[in-house]
T-cell receptor, first 118, second 112 residues
Framework: GAVVSQHPSWVICKSGTSVKIECRSL??????MFWYRQFPKQSLMLMAT?????????EQGVEKDKFLINHASLTLSTLTVTSAHPEDSSFYIC??????????????FGDGTRLSIL | RKEVEQDPGPFNVPEGATVAFNCTYS??????FFWYRQDCRKEPKLLMS???SGNEDGRFTAQLNRASQYISLLIRDSKLSDSATYLC?????????????FGKGTKLSVKP
């Protein structure tokens, strides 16, 4: 149980392309989903918190116009990296917290998306 | 000071060894604590939650010392498959969304 599907797992594209990453909770509802980014040999850093039916909350230093987040249903959140550049190349991971659990419960992670911008 | 600090390692140990990882957190409002493991180029996977009373899951034992703001993970009888990066994770009370805050991880390499 508690499976989170993230797609695609690997993307290679040219600079200037926009890339959309999907995060789905397969067997539970998630009012809140989280988007993280991890550069090589670094810790996971929270980029934004995605809330179903409302605007995402972005962490300091994360450009909301560049990283568009949509959480249209209780099982799906999407992250779109607009006009991606080589410095956006990273490992992007989503996580979802079951709606029926408290905010101090753990989260379930997707498999991650490795984004490489040429 | 980083919110969650870990010794990055790497810890290179032989099979069967006992190895301990430490982690300190700076925010006294930290509420929940976890150890995750992350294999290379993979997503983090929950290993175990950490409680003040200490908890054990097979070969893994986790301890929390709130007074010292210190968390530990002990792995006994190391297996080759234990090779991974171990992430110390906390959730801070007061964050409206209960955000996970990750340490940079401690790399473990178990050799035959």
């Amino acid at each position: 149980g508690a499976v989170v599907s993230q797609h695609p797992s690997w993307v290679i594209c040219k600079s200037g392309t926009s890339v959309k990453i999907e995060c789905r909770s397969l067997d539970f509802q998630a009012t809140t989903m989280f988007w993280y980014r991890q550069f090589p040999k670094q810790s996971l850093m929270l980029m934004a918190t995605s809330n179903e039916g409302s605007k995402a909350t972005y962490e300091q230093g994360v450009e909301k116009d560049k990283f568009l987040i949509n959480h249209a249903s209780l099982t799906l959140s999407t992250l779109t990296v607009t006009s991606a550049h080589p410095e956006d190349s990273s490992f992007y991971i989503c996580s979802a917290r079951p709606t029926d659990r408290g905010i101090f419960s753990t989260q379930h992670f997707g498999d991650g998306t490795r984004l490489s911008i040429l | 000071r980083k919110e969650v600090e870990q010794d990055p390692g790497p810890f290179n140990v032989p099979e069967g060894a006992t190895v301990a990882f430490n982690c300190t957190y700076s925010n006294s409002a930290s509420q929940s604590f976890f150890w995750y493991r992350q294999d290379c180029r993979k997503e983090p996977k929950l290993l175990m939650s950490v409680y003040s009373s200490g908890n054990e899951d097979g070969r893994f034992t986790a301890q929390l010392n709130r007074a010292s703001q210190y968390i530990s993970l002990l792995i006994r009888d190391s297996k080759l498959s234990d090779s991974a990066t171990y992430l110390c994770v906390v959730i801070v009370y007061g964050g409206s969304q209960g955000n996970l805050i990750f340490g940079k991880g401690t790399k473990l390499s178990v050799k035959p």
